[in-house]
């Protein structure tokens, strides 16, 4: 190992232990520093795979098979009345964040990643780049990647103009047992990954694997993603405020989100979502509600210091690139520093490659959102809403692959 090549990595999610892994295979010293003491767990939600996904986990170290996720074939759209107005034959490997982050995490030398390190300020000199921890402790390097998620820190301190964009409407998600699921639903909509348009809304629905990760039937789980338009101001607001009157600006901690709101939910599913998602919700144990962000970067590379993943660029969920543009981040960097042995000459050129595929796929999200927004406020914006409100354009275009989009 060269001991010139020390990285430190702030974030220990999917962004950083990517980039961990790949780093550590190109000969770094490179260790994570991670704010949550325990393992992270799972937001609850599925994740949407695509090709560019298994090339990164592969050089990661990951070994891809069968037990990564559930194949499906097939999406289709449902009718308020729960009838396939549509279907597109699509076949994709549905997995969850829990699988992801074990998969990667078990191929990282645990001695490496420090657990309970939360990250209070930074600075560095042409040698060198240095964390303080707020423990007390600090630790220089010649590298330090941000990928400390959609609060970065790091960005923060260096771009605070840069900060997350409230798309103008909420996601409801959560995810329901395979096997409580009546006759109906386990035909005509769990084998599926399937789309619901009511009007200005969306409800995506696909199956993910159960507890401990399994994929046998029966034991599987069916994961939706519900969004609704929310005017910041008005819904919003009393959304995310809870009973004791706090308000949670960037997302309710789910325990918080008060019982008329979920009862509200239920009932709104019965009046404009198909019967068969509507008994989905019904019967989702923890049923909750995130407001939808985005955010761009203007700038990546920062002398010693690069920002990652989340940190560096959010896409509302539409094209289900989150962990995959993390992984394509962390490739392109470790590629760009095996190529030159300048450093910031390799960071000037991650940023060139990385700031152009992620204000694309910002731009590409947005559109896809646009249907959604409580208020439309420009033409490209309208034309959006237009032409992604049909169920084909909705089922070609969302969480595909986006090689050689
Ligand atoms: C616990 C967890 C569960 C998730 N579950 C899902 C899911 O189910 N479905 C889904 O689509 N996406 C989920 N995500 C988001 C998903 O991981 C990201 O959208 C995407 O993969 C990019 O990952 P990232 O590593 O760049 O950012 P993130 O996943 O947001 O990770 C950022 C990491 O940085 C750490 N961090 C932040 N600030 C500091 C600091 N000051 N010091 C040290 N560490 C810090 C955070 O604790 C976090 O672990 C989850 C993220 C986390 C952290």
Redesign the pocket.
């Known amino acids: 190992m060269n001991p010139s090549k020390k990285a430190i990595i702030?974030?220990?999610?999917?962004?950083?232990?990517f980039a961990a892994n790949l780093l550590l295979r190109a000969g770094w010293d490179v260790h994570i520093?991670?704010?949550?003491a325990a393992e992270?767990?799972?937001?609850?939600?599925?994740?949407v795979t695509h090709p560019e996904l298994f090339d990164a986990l592969r050089e990661a170290g990951v070994i891809v098979d069968a037990s990564l996720g559930i194949q499906v074939e097939e999406r289709i759209t449902l009718d308020r009345n729960g009838i396939q107005i549509g279907s597109l034959h699509y076949p994709q490997i549905l997995t969850?964040?829990?699988r992801l982050?074990a998969l990667l995490i078990a191929a990282f030398p645990s001695e490496r990643y420090h657990g309970g390190?939360?990250?209070?300020t930074f600075q560095q000199d042409p040698n060198s780049v240095t964390a303080h921890?707020t423990d007390g402790e600090s630790v220089s390097a010649d590298l330090l990647i941000a990928?400390?998620?959609?609060?970065?820190?790091?960005r923060q301190t260096l771009v605070p103009n840069a900060s997350p964009q409230y798309a103008g409407y909420i996601a409801w998600r959560g995810m329901v047992e395979e096997s409580v699921l009546s006759p109906r639903a386990l035909k005509e909509m769990f084998p599926y990954f399937a789309f619901g348009l009511p009007e200005q809304e969306q409800m995506i629905a696909y199956p993910v694997a159960g507890k401990n990760n399994s994929v046998e039937p029966g034991k599987r789980r069916y994961n939706f993603v519900w969004y609704r338009p929310a005017d910041e101001t008005t819904s919003l607001r009393d959304m995310v405020t809870d009973a004791s009157g706090k308000i949670w600006p960037e997302g309710i901690p789910p325990p918080l989100i008060q019982t008329h709101h979920l009862e509200h939910a239920r009932a709104s599913a019965r009046q404009v979502l198909a019967p068969q998602f509507a008994e989905m919700i019904e019967k989702t144990e923890h049923l909750f509600f995130q407001p939808v962000f985005d955010l761009e970067s203007n700038q990546l590379a920062f002398g010693r210091i690069a920002l990652?993943?989340?940190?560096?660029f959010?896409a509302r969920?539409h094209v289900g690139m989150?962990?995959t543009?993390?992984a394509e981040d962390a490739q392109s960097l470790v590629r760009e520093l095996t190529t030159h042995d300048d450093l910031s000459t390799a960071l000037e050129q991650y940023q060139t490659a990385r700031l152009t595929s992620g204000k694309h796929i910002v731009a590409r999200a947005r559109g896809l959102g646009a249907y959604m927004q409580a208020q439309i406020s420009t033409p490209h914006e309208r034309a959006m809403a237009e032409k992604y409100r049909s169920a084909g354009m909705v089922m070609s275009e969302t969480a595909v692959s986006l090689k050689g989009k």
Do not use: C, M, N, T
């Not at 992270?40 to 994740?47: T, Y």
């Not at 390190?117 to 209070?120: F, H, P, Q, Y």
């Open positions: 702030i974030g220990g999610s999917i962004g950083g232990l520093y991670e704010q949550v992270l767990e799972s937001r609850g939600a599925g994740i969850a964040w829990g982050f390190k939360v990250l209070s921890f990928a400390d998620g959609l609060r970065s820190k790091v990652l993943g989340d940190a560096a959010v969920p989150g962990v543009k993390a």
